[in-house]
């Protein structure tokens, strides 16, 4: 069942929304060469504390941190370290999430460290691309298959792949709720969206194949073949106009 939310809920999830995008508005001017992933985690713990809220990850099925931080091959669920730093060229994934009055937001997103190679700068805009794309699609009458599908064609038309393994997902007093958001499918299909509903889109994208392992640390999903990935999410609601972003930070439109 796909829990409907009304416009008060709505608007609370936009402030926990927007408490995400304040994060990543101010986490993406630490990233450079050298920067550690657990000072990173030590921002965002601060951040917590300083806006009063919840992490929405950490203690989640036992995961150990506010952030994934995933790089190049990780695909997502990275876990922050002290013994890793990013270096020059490096796409680093941050996937970050509160609680806020008992709401959920939930976003990510892969910044370049440095200036990256070419395919990499390619797969992070085919990315970027995929979930602008699926978002559009976000809008009353249409079907969940047509967010799938726009994120499939975007990527694989710009010749990457997406994961099958690991989808996007509806979210309000929890984290995941239903429905399961693929990035894959076909248009026309699945329940139809309405007014109120709340999901999480997030386009994972393979420069390789799609297939994925998970590493003997039990979280960090990487490509099998090694190629490197990209990973964007906004929480989005379903309006009668058509979508809202929840996960921008205040002052942004919408
Ligand atoms: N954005 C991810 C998700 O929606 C974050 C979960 S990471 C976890 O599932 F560590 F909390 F599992
Ligand atoms: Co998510």
């Known amino acids: 069942m796909i829990i409907v939310k009304s416009p008060q809920e709505v608007e609370a999830m936009r402030?926990?929304?927007?408490?995400?995008?304040?994060?990543?508005?101010?986490?993406?001017?630490l990233i450079r060469p050298g920067v550690t992933t657990w000072s990173l985690e030590e921002f965002a713990d601060r951040f917590i504390a300083r806006h009063g809220v919840r992490s929405a990850f950490k203690g989640y099925m036992g995961y150990p941190a506010h952030l994934c931080t995933s790089i190049n091959e990780e695909v997502v669920h990275g876990i922050p370290s002290r013994e890793r730093a990013?270096?020059?060229?490096?796409?680093?994934?941050?996937?970050?999430?509160?609680?806020?009055?008992?709401?959920?937001g939930d976003s990510a997103f892969t910044f370049p460290v440095g200036k990256t190679d070419e395919l990499s700068a390619r797969l992070l805009s085919a990315t970027r691309r995929s979930l602008a794309a699926a978002i559009q699609e976000a809008r009353p009458g249409n079907r969940l298959g047509d967010i799938s599908a726009a994120v499939q064609a975007t990527a694989e038309s710009a010749g990457f792949s997406v994961v099958r393994d690991?989808?996007?997902?509806?979210?309000?007093?929890?984290?995941?709720?239903?429905?399961?958001?693929?990035?894959?499918?076909?248009?026309?299909?699945?329940?139809?969206?309405?007014?109120?509903?709340?999901?999480?889109?997030?386009?994972?994208?393979?420069?390789?194949?799609?297939?994925?392992?998970?590493?003997?640390?039990?979280?960090?999903?990487?490509?099998?073949?090694?190629?490197?990935?990209?990973?964007?999410?906004?929480?989005?609601?379903?309006?009668?106009?058509?979508?809202?972003?929840?996960?921008?930070?205040?002052?942004?439109?919408?």
């Open 15 to 29: 402030h926990a929304g927007a408490i995400v995008g304040q994060f990543f508005e101010e986490v993406r001017d």
């Open 86 to 104: 990013v270096r020059e060229g490096d796409l680093l994934s941050i996937d970050f999430g509160v609680v806020r009055d008992g709401f959920y």
């Open 166 to 254: 690991f989808v996007g997902h509806g979210i309000g007093r929890s984290m995941h709720e239903e429905p399961q958001v693929p990035n894959f499918g076909k248009r026309g299909t699945g329940p139809k969206l309405t007014p109120g509903m709340i999901l999480a889109i997030e386009p994972m994208v393979n420069a390789g194949g799609f297939g994925v392992e998970v590493l003997a640390d039990g979280w960090t999903v990487v490509t099998r073949d090694r190629s490197r990935s990209a990973h964007f999410e906004h929480t989005v609601a379903i309006t009668a106009e058509g979508f809202r972003i929840l996960s921008l930070p205040l002052g942004n439109i919408g």
